[in-house]
């Protein structure tokens, strides 16, 4: 499985972004997949997932603002990132699970800054 995850930027206090992941390969086998973000000096926190079945988490700091979805033509999974802030900063990186494997895309940046 590979995995393409694009549409970072530099974007205001207060704005939006759309991150893309586009997975190609043995996509049959995932069942699950996530965004994660790491900022500078710190570790990767998980963001939200999405799996085969459809069920969805977020995490606390995103809930209200950021929405995980699919298309399934498309092979990609988006992270629609609303009311972005200071903390929002960080390289977004999206993550593919299945048959007991997990498959890593390259990260995005996003940085929100006036």
């Known amino acids: 499985v590979q995995l393409q995850a694009s549409g970072g930027g530099l974007v205001q206090p207060g704005g939006s972004l759309r991150l893309s992941c586009a997975a190609s390969?043995?996509?049959?086998?995932?069942?699950?997949v996530g965004w994660y973000r790491q900022a500078p000096g710190k570790q990767r926190e998980f963001v939200a997932t999405?799996?085969?079945?459809?069920?969805?988490n977020y995490a606390d700091s995103v809930k209200g603002r950021f929405t995980i979805s699919r298309d399934n033509a498309k092979n990609t999974v988006y992270l629609q990132m609303n009311n972005l802030n200071a903390k929002d900063t960080a390289v977004y990186y999206c993550?593919?699970?299945?048959?007991?494997?997990?498959?890593w895309g390259q990260g995005t940046q996003v940085t929100v800054s006036s």
């Open positions: 993550k593919a699970v299945g048959s007991g494997y997990g498959y």
């Open positions: 390969g043995m996509i049959f086998s995932i069942n699950v």
């Open positions: 999405i799996t085969r079945g459809g069920n969805i």
